[in-house]
């Protein structure tokens, strides 16, 4: 299985931007890097998810290095509502399920 | 917009008890999966189903059955209880099985005293 690495914890401060690191040194090419978000006691949000280009949608942006490696979700301006345990997947969906590892817990500071 | 619909949300059984946790999919998801998370975990995957067929397989026990029915919903089953047990289940729905979005629903939150 493709794994991924994230920082366990990150902090930010309200309305600043926030870069939330992801490494994934085994990723294969079929594999998309789809991000997920889980608020305190609700289920997983998807957030966004690339391939190879960099992706923006209203929720946030995704960085997506040159060799597919590593990647960034950005935050633009963090809000105390954005506070949850932000996951790293990699997808292959195919007949695949989503499965999560160890995500990066995001406190956010007022 | 509907999301994916579970019940019950909070659930409370004895040891060697037996639970039934129901999940209605968003309309016209055809894709069903089952999620543990006990406290402080991350979500482990249990089984999922596409078109009424079980499709894949993660962490559930043998004690632990599930299907899709005719009309998508699909029911966990959950027989002779253990304290371990005691987690929260997620169901989550998807269109097709190739790698779409997944929904998450709220969960049902077991406790096995």
């Known amino acids: 299985d493709a794994k991924t690495t994230q920082p366990n914890s990150m902090e930010s401060n309200e309305e600043e931007p926030v870069h939330l690191p992801c490494n994934h040194s085994t990723i294969s090419g079929t594999d998309y890097i789809h991000w997920y978000r889980q608020l305190p006691s609700q289920g997983p949000e998807y957030v966004i998810h690339g391939l190879t280009s960099n992706v923006n949608n209203r929720m946030a942006s995704l960085a997506i290095a040159e060799d597919r490696k590593s990647s960034t979700l950005i935050l633009h301006r963090a809000t105390l509502r954005d506070a949850a345990v932000y996951y790293c997947i990699l997808y292959q969906g195919f007949n695949t399920p989503l499965v999560f590892g160890k995500g990066t817990r995001l406190s956010v500071i007022a | ?113």
């Open chain 2, 1 to 113: 917009a509907a999301g994916v619909i579970q019940s019950p949300r909070h659930l409370i059984k004895e040891k060697r008890e037996t639970a039934t946790l129901k999940c209605y999919p968003i309309p016209r998801h055809d894709t069903v999966y089952w999620y543990q998370q006990g406290p402080g975990q991350d979500p482990q995957f249990l089984i999922s189903f596409y078109e009424k067929m079980q499709s894949d397989k993660g962490s559930i026990p043998d004690r632990f059955s599930a299907q899709q029915f005719s009309d998508y919903h699909s029911e966990l089953n959950m027989s002779s209880l253990e304290l371990g047990d005691s987690a929260l289940y997620f169901c989550a729905s998807s269109k097709g099985y190739s790698g779409n979005t997944i929904y998450f629903g709220e969960g049902s939150w077991l406790t096995v005293v």
